[in-house]
């Protein structure tokens, strides 16, 4: 039995609505372009790369400004931080090691809140970082340095 596609309504309020369930990368320092108007119709977020970012100023001028079209004001603005060799944001922001050589439960809280922290100032609000993984038997070391206390 073959399954037809469910036809999506031609509704601006409903795409507006599962719009604001995506989150999209796009090219540029700026908030300018085709990520402009993704966001005033509905995209509930972006995510940095290595592409968007310059410096501490650009970056905040680029978060704000992004914030600013939007509808809603609720952006969301995330980054991939991990600490280690996954961390887009570099000097001058901290630069935390990978989370496989904080072995301490205190100090992996330690480290994610001045991660969370480090990433305010530039107006980042969710950061793409480990929380808990967990595996059984031998791991791969690029899966490894992304585990506390492995």
């Known amino acids: 039995m073959q399954h037809k596609p469910y036809p999506l309504p031609h509704n601006p309020d409903f795409q507006r609505e599962l719009g604001c369930l995506f989150i999209s990368g796009f090219e ?15 995209l509930g977020g972006v995510i940095l790369f290595p592409r968007n970012l310059n410096n501490p100023e650009q970056i905040r001028a680029l978060t704000d400004g992004l914030r600013a079209v939007s509808p809603s004001g609720k952006l969301i603005v995330s980054i991939d931080q991990e600490g280690g060799r996954v961390a887009r944001l570099k000097a001058p922001f901290t630069e935390f090691p990978p989370m496989c050589r904080v072995k301490d439960p205190e100090i992996a809280r330690e480290v994610g809140t001045a991660l969370c922290r480090s990433l305010l100032a530039p107006g980042i609000h969710l950061a793409f970082a480990p929380v808990v993984r967990s595996g059984c038997g031998v791991l791969k070391a690029s899966v490894r340095a992304h585990v506390f206390g492995m």
Not at 28 to 42: N, T
């Open 28 to 42: 540029g320092v700026k908030a300018e372009g085709e990520i402009v108007s993704a966001i005033k119709s509905g």
